[in-house]
């Protein structure tokens, strides 16, 4: 293996790593960027503080400018941006993403309830790639393909290494990320069923802050 000469700052070696596991899938070329690892969250301090490739930045609320701006801003890699397609549907997902492409995002993410209408009318004004989430090997994949879609996204709980399966074997050159799960075995059986990139959730900014906590209580 090829040794890797690594950098870090005083104050910036507290960084949140992703497994390394991830780096074993293919990745997806994106504007000339290979993308393997996406950390999935919203916080902009954890944001700032990891190695990831970039950024999936899906949350429970309706879609807000200001947040994707928030985002964008923190981050020193690329960052795929929640525009709706659940609670938030037709032309509001349109300007969603369309601001989301104004303001840096690499790409935009649609929620699985997202129909293909929505999907190709998100198309035809943004030029950045549609992520759409696939939760169920039943979800209409030449449906979401033929509206516009670019990448899938699958998360599907602990079906997702077979779901992923399901559609490699129907699309070989399809680019999808999925969910890797908790564990460097379950991420390599989602790398192996065939996902190009991994999604990896991290410790909440409160748990790492008890981590610290703990440690330094520890030096008393």
């Known amino acids: 293996m090829k040794k890797i000469p690594e950098i870090m700052g005083t104050f910036r070696s507290h960084i949140i790593e992703v497994p390394d596991v991830i780096r074993k899938c293919s990745g997806v070329r994106i504007f000339g960027k290979r993308v393997k690892s ?29 947040i994707t701006q928030s985002l964008v801003s923190a981050s020193d890699v690329p960052v795929f941006c929640g525009v709706g397609g659940g609670t938030t549907t037709g032309k509001r997902v349109v300007n969603l993403a369309l601001d989301a492409e104004f303001k840096g995002a690499m790409g935009v993410v649609l929620n699985s309830p997202t129909s293909n209408e929505t999907i190709r009318a998100v198309r035809e004004v943004i030029d950045i790639p549609i992520v759409i989430t696939i939760i169920s ?69 409160t748990e790492i802050m008890r981590r610290l906590m703990e440690k330094y209580r520890g030096d008393y």
Do not use: C, H
């Open 38 to 66: 996406f950390i999935f969250t919203t916080d902009v301090a954890i944001i700032k503080n990891t190695d990831a490739d970039a950024v999936m930045s899906v949350y429970p609320f309706t879609p807000q400018p200001v």
């Open 137 to 205: 090997d039943k979800d209409d994949f030449e449906g979401r393909l033929e509206a516009g879609a670019t990448i899938f996204n699958v998360s599907g709980a602990k079906d997702t290494a077979r779901i992923v399966r399901v559609i490699r074997e129907r699309y070989p050159d399809l680019p999808i990320i999925a969910t890797g799960g908790p564990t460097d075995e379950s991420i390599l059986e989602t790398i192996e069923a065939g996902a190009n990139a991994i999604t990896w959730t991290p410790p909440s900014g």
